[in-house]
């Protein structure tokens, strides 16, 4: 989902801001690429990694670290291109949407489970919900408008059989 929602928000880029062309293929292969160090690590809930500054700087140390140590297990031959997908820079535009799909992709996850009862995700929707609105780029808000409502139909909605919520 990741990958797929981060390459739709790289054609948003290049269409709301042709100046500053990304390329898709690189950001795809970064999102396929962006939780490999939780080979290592686990994967923890935001709310855990994120509690305060400490445990946040640390969590994000120790991925650093993974990721450092699964690219080191490769062969040295073939570690070069495997560089950027393992130890890329979260601050680039790539990165940044990368990290962007990310956050879509948990708040999506968050719909589903309120949708199939799971009333536990009501907390972390809302405020996954806000950081993907508090991240600030145009391409963000042009997929939330675009895609996000598909994400609330029922399949006869999705489909045409069904009455669409905006009627």
């Not at 970064?30 to 939780?35: G, I, P, Q, V």
């Not at 589903?112 to 405020?127: P, T």
């Not at 806000?130 to 598909?150: I, S, T, Y």
Request: charged share 25%; glycine share 6%.
């Amino acid at each position: 989902m990741v990958s797929a929602v981060a390459h739709s928000l790289t054609v948003l880029q290049n269409e709301l801001e042709p100046e500053t062309q990304v390329d898709s293929g690189k950001v795809v292969l970064l999102a396929l690429y962006h939780d490999a160090s939780e080979v290592m690590t686990g994967d923890l809930p935001t709310p855990v990694k994120y509690h305060n500054p400490q445990l946040k700087g640390a969590f994000k140390e120790l991925e650093s670290l993974a990721s450092q140590r699964l690219l080191d297990q490769l062969p040295a031959g073939i570690q070069e291109p495997y560089r950027d997908l393992c130890l890329g820079d979260e601050s680039s535009l790539e990165g940044q949407l990368v990290k962007a799909a990310d956050k879509i992709s948990a708040w999506l996850k968050c719909i589903e489970e309120r949708r199939m009862g799971n009333l536990e995700f009501r907390s972390a929707e809302k405020s996954t919900l806000k950081a993907v609105q508090d991240l600030g780029l145009p391409c963000v808000e042009a997929w939330m408008n675009l895609f996000a409502p598909a994400f609330e139909l029922s399949l006869d909605e999705l489909h045409g059989k069904g009455e669409h919520p905006s009627s």
